[in-house]
């Protein structure tokens, strides 16, 4: 068998980090390639998928090796309290780029043009996997498959296509964008082949998004308040497509 250290160490800088047992679970779920694993509980991990995730155990007790803590924390900067951990290999560019163009769409694709918050990132692919999007695209600098991210979305990037491109590369589809001088979005029928865009938590839409969109359309709130959580305003734009459109998730 393989040195599990020395397997983590040759393959850490390409990899995608899954930090905790739940990022774990859901690669493992949806189908994530895992060469490596580590813990430094095996036992009480298994039984966490016991009770929890029964469905990848047997998958779990192939991959888990445990080690000591202080190799763990050698190998993972900031261990998660399940203390487990695993690389895994991402999904191709080509592969998500193919799943978000792909027409016709049953599904919307989120878009957030350069956001800046890691957890809020995360949060969004949380949500996006949830609801069965196609899949998330970012704009800007934001590595959307950065670890903090990653961690964030709790392993569900393997759930659904996660790209970051430009506005110019966004994928074919009515654009709607989430603007609060937008017409009211309960007003609104989402189609399934949407484009679902979200500016930036600090400046919004910029000009060039918001010349592209066919449509702008706001959430309800109640005057006075400034605006939403990027994460809470997807969440409701997400449901509100689930609730009027043609979704099936």
Known sequence: MNDPVR???QLSDDSVLLDGFHALKHAVR??????VA????????????????PDVRGTLDELLTEVPEA???????????????????????AANLEALARAPRTAPVVVLEDPRNLGNAGAVIR????F?????????TLDPWHPTVVRGGAGLHFATAVERLTVDELPAGPLFALDPEGEDIRGTKLPDDALLAFG??????SAELRSRADHLVSLPMRPQVSSYNLATSVAMTLFHWSATGDATA
């Open 7 to 9: 397997v983590w160490r």
């Open 71 to 93: 190799v763990f924390a050698s190998l993972v900067s900031r261990p998660h309290p399940t203390s487990v951990a695993a690389l895994a290999v991402r999904p191709s560019r």
């Open 132 to 140: 069965g999007a196609t899949g998330v695209v970012t704009t800007g």
């Open 38 to 53: 580590v813990t430094t509980g095996r036992a009480a991990v298994l039984e966490l998928a016991g009770e929890l995730a």
């Open 30 to 35: 949806f189908g994530a390639r895992v060469p």
């Open 200 to 205: 930036s938590e600090r400046s919004g839409l």
């Open 127 to 130: 949500l996006a996997a949830g």
